[in-house]
């Protein structure tokens, strides 16, 4: 053996990744190998550590992923920086000589973006130095390096380190490659997930270890090493520590030897651990992956659903009283059908219900419903990822008989269990049971077919629930959608989530409907903020019934399913005042307002959204109920711009409905933003311009507080009319502000603007007058001299323009003044439109920009058109320079006296090319 040196207890810096939330299952496990300096950080733990401790960390950290050696942190700014502090750190002490090594970069700042390049950059710097050294260069082995190099760029800094565990800790060496179940569970999130569960405390009171589903085994694995008290790096052969200069061979041996004698001993006292899959294919793959870890003799295997559990826990007739089920089900990503997701629930209940007090149960699953269906209350959680989904760990306390359940009366008088994850789910039952009854007998008496029967009556119970009546291929089915309201911000989120499965749960039960019918919408705070989501995530496309019109819904892809139940009334309105007229529906959504207006008797229809799945939609409801022909008219638009482009046309209409969205960013609308309380106004105003006389709008929005701007409204001459309590269907009377609704007409004192004849303004295009390109200087736009801000009879002739155009202080040309700065052009000193000495826009020194020059250069050495101009130039060349296709004397854009165009602005010369002058004053000209 060899001797010891000072060497062997060098201490070292170190850190250990982990999965994010275990960080304290991490650094516990870092003190029982008797490590001190330990400090928890995000997603890993910082340590301090000797050559021999390293070698324990190693072999021993079940939630690690790796260990890095800390070499040094060097800066970082750019790569030039970051080369040359690699370049000075002493790599010979650290790679051997004919050592291979590799390069792993993560995190990027401003200067270094690539994490490929950083690699390469470090790379370089290391090869750099070792062949200054000793004359060579050692190889690069990406993919098996003696030593791995990582390098961690943080702002201006970088982590320089050494991987000395080598391979991702989570292999292993018990599974085979390219042989595993579809979604396997990593081992170190299996361990990190058996130990989070409480197993060493079942252990040290004698308990036992359960998976009813165990895909590949890993958790019984997992489990069995941890009460065997098996290193998890035991069956491994290679490390990252092997290639590295201090590596210390008999050390490490020392460390293996303790570990096997820890590991006999372990073996000896294993408390019983099974676990059974449904899958006899899935059975022999955990079996032949405990094998592999030396625990096949150690694991009891079966092949059973999970509903059968407890009859493999008994030991001679008994169900322990102390142990551990720990699973990760399938949850409908990736192996199962979210509909399944109620029976494989319901089996892990059934299996757990024998078993006594005492037991602790962990689920791995993304699924909320999973407590309802559990009928138990999670006593502590923690997220995870297992792979790229997001998913939560609950731990169970069970106790025998406690399951929850309640007695749900349903629609049709039997009487139900229902397991429900929250006491007072009772209340809500009931509640539900009054409201429908009622609701029902109102709705068939009326012949309305889809209708609300609860809105967050209870504050607890913070849900709408519709019913949705089967029509036409549906004809019989009936639907139910569950829609979570946003929870307060004093509500525990878990327990909402709670809530609202039990709803769900209760809702099904009480009009017994089968899963497939029941949808829900539930509200998940992610990155960016909250959004709906439904449970299956899927489209589901039904037909349903209103007014004896037919209508698509979709019951699960959408936030709303396609019509608006609280608009009921108001299109039956529309629909009855829509006889011969000439009907527009305004952020149309699904067409259901242009159905009723169609039927109604109307002339036209015009039906416009910014959504063409919504347009298509939107058609699909007209033709359904019999509407075609070019009579109706479907226009794809950002609503908002279309109403302002129409209104200089000559369209008008007779009635139209108009609902738009709260708020709006959608990508269609540019760079600006719909806000409908700072918006409606102007909206409404434009609308008023393209109503007919007679006309009438149906103006409707969903905001609780919003408040119509009677005041501007009346300025513009258009009466209001508030009809929102008219419009309040019985099914939403409990909460009158759902929505507001206004009749808007054209008062007798209305003045509509007369639109400027096409022709009129192609000819003031063509003329100039719009764009100051005459010759006149009768523009409000003209470049030419106003006569001291006089706004209409200045005489343009040589660009001087003295005075402002609207009060008179300074010039826009001249040299003595500009429109913003004293004694500069448009934005430069002494001239030009940025700097130099010359005139804006004309003037016999200037050009567009620079000094004695044209557009953009100085002193006149380049002579081009837009760019050059030296003498009497007007916007570029001058004094017989080239204009744009290089052919005639004269300037661009104007001669010696011109402004931007110029009296003699083409007389000679060409102008964006070879037009000789064929109209003075004019943008060609």
């Known amino acids: 053996m060899q001797e010891q040196t000072s060497e062997t207890f060098e201490i070292f810096e170190f850190y250990a990744r982990c999965a994010s939330g275990f960080e304290p ?33 190693c072999l021993w950290l079940r939630t690690a992923s790796r260990v890095l050696l800390v070499l040094d942190r060097v800066g970082a700014r750019d790569a030039d920086e970051l080369y040359t502090r690699v370049n000075q750190m002493p790599w010979e002490k650290h790679v051997g000589l004919g050592k291979t090594l590799a390069v792993h970069a993560h995190g990027v700042n401003d200067q270094l973006r690539n994490t490929q390049f950083i690699a390469v950059k470090v790379k370089d710097a290391i090869c750099d130095r070792l062949r200054r050294l000793r004359g060579e260069r050692p190889d690069v082995n990406p ?10 760029v943080r702002y201006d800094k970088a982590t320089i380190s050494i991987n000395v565990s080598g391979q991702p800790l989570h292999r292993r060496g018990y599974r085979e490659d390219g042989v595993q179940a579809q979604a396997p569970l990593k081992e170190t999130l299996a361990a990190s997930i058996v130990l989070f569960s409480g197993w060493k405390e079942v252990i040290a009171q004698g308990g036992m270890f359960a998976d009813p589903m165990c895909g590949s085994g890993t958790l019984a694995i997992e489990a069995a090493m941890i009460a065997a008290d098996m290193a998890p790096g035991i069956t491994r052969s290679e490390w990252g520590f092997d290639g590295w200069v201090k590596h210390d061979e008999d050390l490490w041996n020392q460390v293996l030897e303790e570990a096997d004698e820890r590991m006999e001993a372990g073996l000896a006292t294993l408390p019983r651990i099974v676990a059974g899959d449904i899958d006899p294919e899935m059975v022999e793959m955990a079996r032949a992956n405990a094998k592999r870890a030396g625990l096949s003799q150690h694991i009891e295997f079966y092949v059973d659903d999970a509903s059968k559990l407890s009859k493999h826990l008994l030991y001679e007739g008994k169900i322990p009283k102390r142990g551990l089920v720990a699973t990760n089900p399938p949850y409908g990503q990736r192996l199962l059908e979210t509909d399944q997701l109620p029976e494989v629930y319901e089996a892990l209940a059934s299996g757990c219900e024998k078993i ?20 138990l209350v999670p006593e502590k959680t923690n997220p995870l990822f297992n792979g790229a989904i997001e998913t939560l760990l609950r731990v169970y306390r069970m106790e025998r008989g406690k399951r929850l359940q309640i007695l749900v009366e349903t629609a049709f008088g039997h009487s139900c269990k229902v397991h429900v994850a929250e006491e007072n789910t009772t209340q809500f039952a009931d509640r539900l049971r009054k409201v429908a009854r009622e609701r029902s007998k109102w709705a068939k008496k009326t012949g309305v077919r889809c209708y609300r029967v609860y809105d967050a009556d209870l504050p607890d119970y913070s849900v709408a629930v519709d019913l949705y009546h089967g029509a036409g291929p549906d004809e019989g089915k009936l639907f139910a959608r569950v829609t979570e309201y946003a929870p307060p911000a004093t509500i525990d989120p878990l327990r909402a989530q709670r809530r609202f499965h039990d709803a769900v749960a209760v809702v099904a039960t009480y009009f017994e409907l089968p899963q497939e019918r029941v949808f829900s919408k539930t509200r998940r705070h992610a990155k960016g903020g909250g959004q709906y989501q439904d449970a299956r995530g899927e489209s589901f496309v039904a037909y349903t019934e209103e007014a004896g019109f037919q209508f698509e819904v979709d019951m699960g892809g959408y936030l709303d399913t396609g019509i608006f139940l609280d608009h009921r009334d108001t299109r039956c309105m529309v629909g009855e005042m829509a006889k011969d007229k000439r009907f527009l529906n305004l952020f149309a959504y699904t067409g259901t307002a242009t159905v009723h207006a169609a039927a109604g008797g109307a002339a036209s229809t015009t039906t416009v959204d910014m959504s063409q799945t919504y347009l298509n939609w939107a058609r699909r409801n007209m033709e359904r109920n019999g509407f075609f022909g070019m009579q109706h008219r479907y226009c794809r638009a950002d609503a908002t711009s279309w109403v302002f482009e129409e209104a200089k046309g000559p369209n008008r209409y007779d009635l139209i409905f108009c609902d738009p969205p709260t708020f709006s960013n959608s990508k269609t609308m540019g760079e600006r933003t719909w806000a409908i309380q700072r918006d409606h106004a102007k909206l409404i105003c434009a609308l008023g311009r393209i109503l007919s006389p007679e006309g009438i709008l149906v103006f409707s929005c969903n905001l609780r507080n919003f408040k119509i701007d009677t005041e501007r409204l009346a300025q513009e001459h258009l009466e209001v009319e508030d009809i929102t309590a008219r419009t309040i269907p019985h099914d939403f009377e409990r909460n009158p502000k759902i929505h507001h609704c206004f009749l808007i007409k054209r008062g007798a004192d209305y003045v509509e603007p ?6 009129e303004r192609d000819e003031r295009r063509r003329d100039g007058k719009r764009t100051g390109f005459n010759d006149k200087g009768d523009s409000r736009r003209d470049f030419g001299d106003r006569g001291h801000g006089n706004r209409k009879d200045g005489e343009r002739g040589r660009g001087k323009r003295e005075g402002d155009r609207r009060n008179g202080n300074g010039t826009w040309d001249k040299r003595e003044g500009s429109r913003r700065n004293d004694k500069e052009g448009f934005r430069g000193k002494d001239g030009g439109f940025r700097k130099g000495e010359g005139k804006q826009f004309g003037e016999r020194s200037g050009g567009y920009r620079g000094d004695r020059d044209g557009f953009k250069c100085e002193d006149g050495r380049r002579h081009d058109a837009f760019r050059s101009g030296k003498g009497d130039s007007g916007f570029a060349a001058g004094k017989g320079k080239r204009s744009f296709d290089g052919r005639s004397k004269g300037a661009s854009f104007g001669k010696r006296d011109g402004g931007f165009s110029g009296n003699r602005g083409a ?13 003075p004053g004019s943008p060609r000209g």
Do not use: C
């Open 25 to 57: 299952l991490l650094a516990q496990e870092l003190k029982d190998l008797n490590i001190k300096r330990i400090r928890p950080l995000k997603g890993g733990v910082a340590f301090f550590a000797s050559l021999k401790q390293m070698y324990r960390a």
């Open 143 to 152: 993919k098996n390096p003696d030593v791995q190099i990582d390098v961690a």
């Open 356 to 375: 006594e007090s005492g037991w602790n149960l962990a689920v791995i699953t993304p699924d909320d419903a999973i407590d309802t269906a559990l009928g």
């Open 754 to 759: 007369e639109p400027k004849p096409e022709k």
């Open 907 to 919: 007389s000679r010369g060409g102008n964006f090319g070879n037009h000789h002058g064929k109209r």
